[in-house]
C-alpha cells in the first residue's frame, strides 16, 4: 500500500496512519487496526457456539438431560441424573454456566454444558 492509499484512523480520524506488519497504526492517538478485508474472521469469532457433554450443538429451545447427578445448595435431595430439562437458553453466565433454565422441583437455575446431552 502507498502512504496515500491508508485509511484515516478511524478513532480520531488522522491521516498520518503507517504500515507496521499486518496493522495500521495512528500516530497521532496510538490506534492500532487491521485493514479492510483482513477482518473478515471477527464476525465469525463473535457467534459463540455452545456445545453439551458428548459435542452436540445447543441452540435455544432445546430439551437436554442431567447426566450426572449435581447437588443443590439449600436442598437436601440434588439433581439426578436422567432428568429432563425443556426449553433452555444459551446466556454467558458465571463460571462457565452457559445454560439458563427451569427445573421441575427447583425453580430457574444455570447449568453448564458439560453436564448435560442434547435429547
Not at 44 to 59: C, I, P
Not at 66 to 85: C, E
Request: glycine residues 14%.
Amino acid at each position: 500500500m502507498s502512504e496515500t492509499s491508508l485509511p484515516p484512523c478511524p478513532e480520531c480520524s488522522g491521516e498520518y496512519a503507517y504500515e507496521m506488519g499486518a496493522l495500521l497504526v495512528c500516530p497521532e492517538c496510538g490506534h492500532e487496526w487491521e485493514p479492510a478485508g483482513a477482518g473478515s474472521g471477527e464476525a465469525a469469532s463473535e457467534e459463540r457456539v455452545v456445545k453439551d457433554s458428548v459435542g452436540n450443538v445447543l441452540s435455544d429451545g432445546d430439551t437436554v438431560t442431567v447426566v450426572k447427578g449435581l447437588k443443590v445448595k439449600g436442598s437436601t435431595t440434588g439433581i439426578k441424573a436422567g432428568t429432563k430439562v425443556r426449553n433452555i437458553r444459551l446466556v454467558d453466565g458465571v463460571d462457565g454456566h452457559d445454560i439458563d433454565c427451569r427445573i421441575e422441583g427447583f425453580g430457574n437455575m444455570q447449568l453448564k454444558s458439560s453436564v448435560v446431552r442434547k435429547g
